[in-house]
């Protein structure tokens, strides 16, 4: 991949051991299977108390020097627990990240998945990442830029809105609000079946913001 899109950095997965994602529910219920997050059939709005892998993985080595010795950690954005919680319940990544002097900042996300984070605010995916890694951030980029009306009428068809912004300075690192929004609505590809969000974060916004973080 690094080859292809000639990054000058590196890529490295975060273990090397093949593994399905275990996704436990409110109800009790117990899924397997990263596909069974876009089910909205089956947990349309469902709460998520948890995820883990089946088998259980070590931390890849190299990630884990990454980690480590990085001076600035970026999360997000991403799914909660499709893209961006399965990566902490592999074995070692926790203690990395203890062990790291980096600072810590999390890309909040633009809008909830209904079928992951539905009406879960700002401060409810901060508590959820922070009690797994059992870290604070130092910083959250949060979008307070206007949403196109046209873009929010189809999430609102997937029972999906915006991420209600309620963080406080008091429950979390230094807050950041800036505009982000990338206005073109994001089409799906016909041949495409996963789950797509329409909208997307401005790379060029988000990158002024990084650059003074950094």
């Keep these: 991949a690094a080859k292809i899109f000639r990054l000058q950095g590196h890529i490295y997965p975060i273990t090397t051991k093949p593994v399905n994602l275990v996704i436990e529910y409110s109800d009790g219920t117990v899924e397997i299977g990263e596909h069974i997050l876009d089910d909205a059939d089956k947990h349309a709005g469902d709460r998520i108390l948890g995820i883990k892998t089946s088998p259980r ?89 206007i949403i196109p009306v046209k873009i929010l009428k189809a999430y609102r068809q997937q029972h999906e809105y915006p991420v209600v912004d309620d963080l406080k300075n008091d429950k979390a690192g230094k807050i950041i609000r800036a505009d982000l929004v990338r206005f073109t609505l994001v089409k799906q590809h016909l041949s495409d079946t996963a789950h797509r969000s329409y909208l997307r974060h401005d790379p060029l916004k988000l990158r002024l913001v990084l650059n003074k973080i950094i």
């Design 57 to 145: 993985a070590e931390i890849y080595q190299q990630a884990k020097l990454a980690i480590e010795n990085a001076s600035t950690i970026i999360i997000g954005p991403g799914d909660l627990y499709g893209s961006i919680m399965p990566n902490f319940v592999i074995n070692g990544v926790e203690k990395a990240i203890k062990l790291s002097r980096a600072k810590l900042v999390f890309i909040m996300n633009l809008m909830t998945r209904y079928t992951q984070t539905h009406n879960m605010t700002a401060t409810n995916h901060l508590e959820i990442i922070e009690k797994q890694i059992r870290r604070k951030f130092d910083a959250v980029i949060a979008n307070n830029g």
